[in-house]
């Protein structure tokens, strides 16, 4: 079983406000990445980490930024929220290689 | 580029009715294929994947998928579908390279009748 988590689960902010969304795993994983899901649609990938202080964009464009200073945290920061940013981040990671990802429960986003 | 396709965005079918989930996608080289499940309000979990061998695979829940490459498909299948099988299910294809990057299909949600 993945032990992967994410917090908060659900945040509800209003615009302009910095917010950092959580994520940790226990698997001693070097990759991370950071996905996007809007209700009913595909997840996009917006960052991901090789290992500690490696970080890369993903296929889709976003305004947050992220960082991997220890193996098991890879958080993810908003400096102003907009109401565009309301969706689902989902955190996942995996092994070197193309190996399965494991995905956390999502943090639920919304931005007044 | 790499991509996958979910031809069916919703499926209903009856409680203890066979069920196959489409999955078609698109990449230059032998793929590793993914199918995950998502219940309402959770996030992802592996149901099975492919990355060489039988091109049948046998994953979790009684779900099984077949690679086949002449059709470009990973169809996914369960011969008998349970109520609690009800949620969003996705396809993907990791990318080239070995980046690990995952490319998810739009998913199809089945609902399941009593």
């Known amino acids: 079983e993945a032990d992967i988590y994410q917090t908060p689960r659900y945040l509800v902010i209003g615009t302009g406000k910095k917010i950092t969304l959580e994520c940790s795993q226990t698997?001693?994983?070097?990759?991370m990445y950071w996905y996007q899901q809007d209700p009913g649609m595909e997840l996009h990938l917006i960052h991901y980490s090789y290992g500690v202080n490696s970080t890369e964009k993903g296929d889709l464009s976003s305004e947050s930024t992220v960082s991997r200073i220890r193996t098991e945290h890879f958080p993810l920061t908003l400096e102003s929220a907009r109401p565009s940013h309301t969706s689902q981040y989902l955190c996942?990671?995996?092994?070197?290689?193309?190996?399965?990802?494991?995905f956390g429960p999502g943090t639920r986003l919304t931005v007044l | 580029a790499q991509s996958v396709t979910q031809p069916d965005i919703h499926i209903t079918v009856s409680e203890g009715a066979s069920l196959e989930l489409r999955c078609n996608y698109s990449y230059g080289a032998t793929p590793y294929l993914f199918w995950y499940v998502q219940s309402p309000g959770q996030g992802l979990q592996l149901l099975l994947k492919y990355f060489s061998g039988d091109t049948l695979v046998q994953g979790i829940k009684g779900f099984e998928a077949e690679f086949k490459r002449s059709q470009s498909s990973f169809n996914l299948r369960k011969p008998s579908v349970h109520w609690s099988d009800a949620a969003e299910y996705f396809c993907a294809v990791a990318g080239s390279g070995n980046t690990g990057k995952l490319i998810f299909g739009q998913g199809t949600t089945l609902q399941v009748k009593p």
């Open positions: 996942a990671s995996s092994r070197q290689g193309a190996d399965t990802q494991y």
């Open positions: 698997m001693g994983h070097d990759k």
